[in-house]
């Protein structure tokens, strides 16, 4: 089945720098990976997901790159503010089944 | 839409008590999930359903763990009978395509 690794555990930047989470994935028949964001004591909420067919993908101060021959993907955060403190997930899926989903990365944005 | 629904949001039981956990989907998706969440263990799929039938069950921790789906508008997870390892916080999630969305959690403590 698919393994997602994600790193780094924890993450601690300035406000306004960038942070970046990656995520590596064993399954290469994959074909779609989202990234959840989940503030304390919340649900996870999807914000953004990419798939295989594309490289890159933005929304705003959020993208995310992947690499499939690598099997690696990135979450990129530019301009970060405190509100962008949470647990990130990734996760990776062949098809439309369950998701495999990643540790997750406790970021903190300190103002 | 009112989003993924889920009863109750906490729960508090002694020991050996039967729990039932709620969910009602998003009104046209096919997909449901049922993840249990721990600091240990991260984000755990349980059991998920395509069009009300059980896909894969092998996240399923015993034989106290059951699931049900009895239409495209309501599935169930019950615990009996509970022991306090059982305490968490349990999502139901939903999926039409490929997006996944969470309903709010149910927090569940078995002393």
């Known amino acids: 089945g698919e393994n997602v690794e994600q790193h780094p555990s924890t993450l601690s930047v300035q406000e306004g720098d960038s942070a970046v989470i990656k995520c590596t994935y064993s399954?290469?028949?994959?074909?779609?990976f989202p990234w959840y964001k989940q503030e304390l004591g919340k649900r996870p909420q999807l914000i953004i997901d990419?798939?295989?067919?594309?490289g890159e993908k933005k929304d705003q101060r959020i993208a995310v790159t992947l690499n499939k021959t690598a099997k690696h993907f990135s979450l990129h955060i530019t301009e970060t503010q405190p509100e962008d403190s949470a647990v990130y997930f990734c996760?990776?899926?062949?098809?439309?089944?369950?998701?495999?989903f990643g540790s997750g990365t406790r970021l903190q944005v300190q103002p | 839409d009112a989003g993924v629904i889920q009863s109750p949001r906490h729960e508090v039981t002694e020991m050996g008590q039967e729990v039932t956990l709620r969910c009602k989907p998003i009104?046209?998706?096919?997909?449901l999930f049922w993840y249990r969440q721990t600091m240990m263990r991260g984000l755990e799929l349980l059991i998920y359903?395509?069009?009300?039938?059980?896909?894969?069950d092998s996240g399923m921790p015993e034989d106290r763990f059951s699931a049900k789906m009895p239409n495209a508008s309501f599935s169930t997870l019950k615990i009996q009978p509970s022991e306090p390892r059982d305490s968490a916080v349990y999502f139901c999630?939903?999926?039409?395509?490929?997006?996944?969305?969470f309903g709010p959690g149910t927090r569940l403590t078995v002393t």
């Open positions: 359903f395509n069009n009300n039938v059980p896909i894969d």
């Open positions: 399954d290469s028949a994959s074909n779609y």
């Open positions: 009104s046209g998706h096919d997909y």
């Open positions: 990419i798939r295989s067919n594309v």
């Open positions: 999630a939903t999926q039409r395509g490929y997006e996944q969305y």
């Open positions: 996760a990776a899926t062949p098809g439309r089944r369950a998701l495999t």
